[in-house]
């Protein structure tokens, strides 16, 4: 079991930046490898992968994600990071971390593959 807790959500104007930040700690967080996700979902839309990290390092982001975001991972603080430039009035809804140990790479957008999640963070872009 992996406790997440998100921060650094907010209000933006079109074409602003956020990052978000998220601080995860379990009793078996350093004897496994796991995956990190951010996901998200607006008002009355499904929740949606935005990006996925493991612990080597390697990403996937969504097509969307791909330019503009970034995600990160600083082990030695347990805390994973998603940088968000250039932010639109579509980028708001309510951001979540996941994390889940050994899942296949294919998986790390899909939000039914993760068991531990955050509360969320709410971002809102306004134009």
């Known amino acids: 079991q992996v406790d997440l807790v998100e921060s650094g959500g907010g209000s933006v104007q079109a074409a602003g930046s956020l990052t978000l930040s998220c601080a995860f700690s379990g009793s078996d967080t350093s004897a496994y490898a796991y995956t990190l996700g951010w996901f998200r979902q607006a008002l009355g839309k499904y929740r949606e992968g935005v990006a996925g990290?493991?612990?080597?390092?390697?990403?996937v982001y969504a097509d969307f994600a791909r330019v503009r975001f970034t995600i990160s991972r600083d082990n030695a603080k347990n805390t994973l990071y998603l940088q968000m430039h250039n932010l639109k009035p579509e980028d708001t809804a309510l951001y979540y971390c996941?994390?889940?140990?050994?899942?296949?790479?294919?998986?790390?957008?899909?939000?039914?593959?993760?068991?531990?999640w955050g509360q969320g963070t709410q971002v809102t872009v306004s134009s």
């Open positions: 996941a994390a889940q140990s050994f899942i296949l790479r294919q998986l790390w957008l899909t939000g039914s593959a993760y068991r531990s």
């Open positions: 990290m493991f612990d080597d390092g390697n990403t």
